[in-house]
Structures are given as structure tokens and as C-alpha cells.
């Protein structure tokens, strides 16, 4: 029985990874006509209202998207990051103005085109309904309340040949960790020129280097780790930072994060934050 509901975190420090990450690969992908096929195996509700009771219960978006000041990341930002962070809030600026906070459904459906395909699964009866009445308007949206990990072997290679997919899981069950491990080397096997982003929160620094050493050890290559951390690691069983493993980025990514994440680290926690952009497995 799922419990995890994203209403509670939308929009925290790690949504702005994650959105950033998502939409400058989104905005990458979608500078040739060519269609691209977006593949988001844990979709969430997709639209979040950022005064709901449960946004304002947890204060995650107090402390993450709404604590940011674009006027000055932009002003203090190298070109790179001033791109980068400029394609991330032009996607959120519209959702933000009215109260919202886009999921990375409705992000994604911002950012793609007509030519474009968009696959969602959730599993929660009650985000999925959710993100149906959220997408139902949207012809080149499919969704499926069925379990996201296993649309891989069903997906893979699509018809577009060129795909983008976000896993994101809650990790609520200890064998999140090893079936999205799993799910991403059966990417790189299924469609070696996937641009994939895998999620993984830090709570317990041992289960993220596991990931990362399994993944090692695969065929894998362009391999990267992104993260932004708002605390050091601890024992204990908060969420002290957040990354993402990312196969394939576009080529201007890591100088755009690397350029971006010690400003949103500055902004959000200037004194014990911490960044990171590493390729664990370069190209060939
Ligand atoms: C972190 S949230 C997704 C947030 C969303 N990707 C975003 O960035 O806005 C994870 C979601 O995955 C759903 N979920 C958990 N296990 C799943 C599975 N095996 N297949 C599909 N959805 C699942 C949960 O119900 C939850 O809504």
C-alpha cells in the first residue's frame, strides 16, 4: 500500500533539482524537430497548489522553490547557469504566478511540442485520478495507473527514437533502490541513446553509493551524478540532499549545473549546503 503523497514536498530543494535538471534537458531535446517521446514512470499528481494544507503543513516549498530570488541567481549568474536557470523558471513562472507548482508531468507538457509524445504512469488511486483530470485536455498524453517500472521492456525503443525518461521514485520500499538500478541499465540496454534522469534522495549516504556501484559495473557509459544537498549526510532519517544519476545529458549540462548549483546552494542553504557534478563513466 502506497502512502507517499507528492502534495506534502512539491516545489522543496529537491523538486528544483530535479525540474532543473529536467527542463534544460527537455529544452535540449526539443532544439531538433525531430519528435521526442518523454517517459515519466512515477508521475505524481502533476499540478500542486503550494497553499494546500499540505504543502503548507510540511513548509517544503517555503524552504526550497519559494525561497529562491531568480532577479538575483540571474543577475550573479555566468552565462551557462543564466540560460540554465532562466529555461527552468520561464517552465515554472506561469504555475508559480497563480499559486501552483508544475509536477514534472505538467512541466515536461509545457516545455514539449505538438510532435511530441508524453507516457505517464502512477500507481496512488488518488494522484493518478489527480493527474488525469490535470493531463485529460492533452492529446499527446498517455496515462497508465500502472506500476511505471515495468513500462521499460514495454516502451523501449519507442517510435520517435529519441526519448527523455524521468524515474522518480518515492523509494517507500527498500527495493526501490535495486529496481530502479535495474530499470536503468535495461534503458541503456533497450536504447543505448535514452537521456534518462534517475531520482535518489540522500538519507542514507550507503543505499546511494550502492546504486552507483552496481551501475558501475554495468555496460553503462556517460554516466553522470548530480547533487545539491541542504545538510552533511547523517545517521539519521531526514532528507539531507538529493541527486540525480543521468545517462546521456546534453553536452552543455554539467557546465550549466556546474555554474547554477553553488548559487541555488547559496540561496538555500548558504552555510551548510553542499554541490555536485561528477562523471562517474565518461563517453567512450
Ligand atoms: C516523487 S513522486 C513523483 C513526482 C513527480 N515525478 C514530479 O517530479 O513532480 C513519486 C510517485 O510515484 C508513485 N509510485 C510509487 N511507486 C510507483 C510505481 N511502482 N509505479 C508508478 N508510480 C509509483 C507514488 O505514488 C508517487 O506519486
Not at 19 to 47: E, I, M, S
Request: charged content about 20%; proline content about 6%; some cysteine.
Amino acid at each position: 500500500m502506497l502512502s507517499y503523497r507528492h502534495a506534502f514536498h512539491a516545489g522543496n530543494f529537491a523538486d528544483v533539482l530535479k525540474h532543473l535538471v529536467l527542463a534544460n534537458t527537455l529544452q535540449y531535446a526539443t532544439r531538433k524537430a525531430a519528435p521526442v517521446f518523454y517517459l515519466d514512470t512515477h508521475a505524481g499528481a502533476g499540478l500542486y497548489r503550494l497553499n494546500a494544507e499540505a504543502a503548507q503543513k510540511t513548509g517544503e516549498a517555503a524552504a526550497g522553490i519559494r525561497k529562491l530570488d531568480f532577479g538575483t541567481l540571474l543577475a550573479a549568474a555566468p552565462e551557462a547557469a543564466r540560460l540554465a536557470l532562466q529555461t527552468y523558471q520561464d517552465a515554472i513562472n506561469p504555475f508559480l504566478q497563480c499559486g501552483q507548482y508544475p509536477g514534472s508531468p505538467i512541466l515536461a507538457a509545457a516545455m514539449l511540442r505538438r510532435q511530441d509524445h508524453l507516457q505517464l504512469y502512477e500507481l496512488h488511486s488518488t494522484d493518478y485520478r489527480l493527474l488525469l483530470a490535470n493531463t485529460k485536455t492533452d492529446k499527446r498524453i498517455k496515462c497508465e495507473q500502472e506500476d511505471g517500472f515495468q513500462s521499460i521492456s514495454v516502451l523501449l525503443p519507442p517510435v520517435q527514437k529519441r526519448a527523455v525518461i524521468l524515474i522518480d521514485p518515492s523509494y517507500e520500499l527498500k527495493e526501490d533502490y535495486s529496481r530502479a538500478i535495474k530499470v536503468f541499465a535495461a534503458i541503456y540496454q533497450r536504447m543505448p541513446t535514452a537521456q534518462a534522469l534517475l531520482w535518489y534522495p540522500v538519507v542514507q549516504r550507503a543505499n546511494i553509493n550502492w546504486m552507483i556501484e552496481k551501475l558501475l559495473h554495468t555496460e553503462i557509459r556517460d554516466l553522470w551524478q548530480v547533487e545539491l544537498g541542504i545538510q552533511a549526510d547523517t545517521d539519521g532519517f531526514a532528507m539531507t540532499a538529493s541527486g540525480l544519476l543521468l545517462l546521456n545529458p546534453p553536452w552543455t549540462l554539467p557546465t550549466q549545473l556546474r555554474e547554477s548549483l553553488p548559487l541555488l546552494q547559496q540561496q538555500l542553504a548558504p552555510a551548510t549546503g553542499h554541490w555536485l557534478v561528477e562523471n562517474l563513466v565518461p563517453e567512450k
